[in-house]
């Protein structure tokens, strides 16, 4: 399913008065649900592989963070370069400010700018480059 269908499914979502939304197309299918907190889950079906790895362990863990959590919008591989020859978006200590672009995640071939909500120096980043992501994983920590 294409990426920019599932925006215009979110977009649609946060706009009507619906908490869930689910689409099937093919065998591909898409369930959006929203809290109280207006969340928004994608999850794609067990039919359809984003990454031929699993989750390592280390991402299972919880782990005490303090500060303004950035996390993944999406399932997909983390990036933290524009492109492998180029200078990764930020590094620990780094100073960001809100809609700074720190890192890619990349779904269904379509390469996703992760935008900073927040604006301050960044304590952590919590995966590995190239390594895959899900929903709500918790990627950069900014204080």
Known sequence: MDIRKIKKLIEMLQDSDLTEIEVHEGEESVRIARGNIQAIGVNPSPIVSTSPNPPSEKSEV???????????????????????????????GSHVNAGDVVCIVEAMKMMNEIKSEFTGKVSSINIEDGEPVEFDQSLIVID
Do not use: H, L, Q, W
């Open 62 to 92: 919880p782990m005490a963070e303090s500060g303004s959590v950035i996390k993944s919008p999406i399932v997909g591989t983390f990036y933290r370069k524009p492109a492998p020859d180029k200078p990764p978006f930020i590094e620990v």
